[in-house]
T-cell receptor, first 107, second 120 residues
Framework: DIQMTQSPSTLSASVGDRVTITCRAS??????LAWYQQKPGKAPKLLVYKASTLESGVPSRFSGSGSGTEFTLTISSLQPDDFATYYC?????????FGQGTKVEIK | QVQLVQSGAEVKQPGSSVKVSCKTS????????ISWVRQAPGQGLEWMGG????????NPAQKFRARVTLTADKSTNTAYLELRSLRSEDAGIYYCTREKISAAAVLDLWGQGTLIIVSP
């Protein structure tokens, strides 16, 4: 299976900060990557797919980039509602796999 | 508004089976692929497989192929996940999800989750 590695595992930031989360694939996945946000006790929510396509209704402060094996999710100006855990997901292979998650905490 | 509504929490003994349901309300059921994702306590997400109700074709992930059955009932707009031979590491939250019709494998709608507890 393709392994997805996110960094950092935990990120402490303040409201208004620019935040970047990285996701690396163990082999090339082209642009077959999605990002999800999960808050405690809730189901994940789709943010970005095809590496850089913003899901309808998702604020424009979120953006995704990358291709091949390295991808990033950027929040341009962190808002109180953005403190959550973020997961990447590859869907290039027969078995889809997720990163281990990045928790964005209040500094 | 389309929703995925899952069955309630279950407590199961090791070695037993569990069947989780996922009902689509407010929208077309059989046009989409329904996938299942689980999350162990405090852990990340794991894809278990999916089913296309329209053609009744199921695709369990290799890891779960021997223990999982995915089915769908088009008459009630409900998908099911059955997991057999439960072990302690199967405990967690099980989510049904819908794949985006314009982008296969992208999960744009999630159920509320079903908590499975495995305890003697």
């Amino acid at each position: 299976d393709i392994q997805m590695t996110q960094s950092p595992s935990t990120l402490s930031a303040s409201v208004g900060d620019r935040v970047t989360i990285t996701c690396r694939a163990s082999q090339s996945i082209s642009s077959s990557l999605a990002w999800y946000q999960q808050k405690p006790g809730k189901a994940p929510k789709l943010l970005v797919y095809k590496a850089s396509t913003l899901e309808s209704g998702v604020p424009s402060r979120f953006s995704g980039s990358g291709s091949g094996t390295e991808f990033t999710l950027t929040i341009s100006s962190l808002q109180p509602d953005d403190f959550a855990t973020y997961y990447c997901q590859q869907y290039n292979s027969f078995t889809w796999t997720f990163g281990q998650g990045t928790k964005v905490e209040i500094k | 508004q389309v929703q995925l509504v899952q069955s309630g929490a279950e407590v199961k003994q090791p070695g037993s089976s569990v069947k989780v349901s996922c009902k689509t309300s407010g929208g077309t059921f059989s046009s989409y692929t329904i996938s299942w994702v689980r999350q162990a306590p405090g852990q990340g997400l794991e894809w278990m497989g999916g089913i296309i109700p329209m053609v009744d074709t199921a695709n369990p992930a290799q890891k779960f192929r021997a223990r999982v059955t995915l089915t769908a009932d088009k008459s009630t707009n409900t998908a099911y996940l059955e997991l057999r031979s439960l072990r302690s590491e199967d405990a967690g939250i099980y989510y049904c999800t819908r794949e985006k019709i314009s982008a296969a494998a992208v999960l744009d709608l999630w159920g509320q989750g079903t908590l499975i507890i495995v305890s003697p």
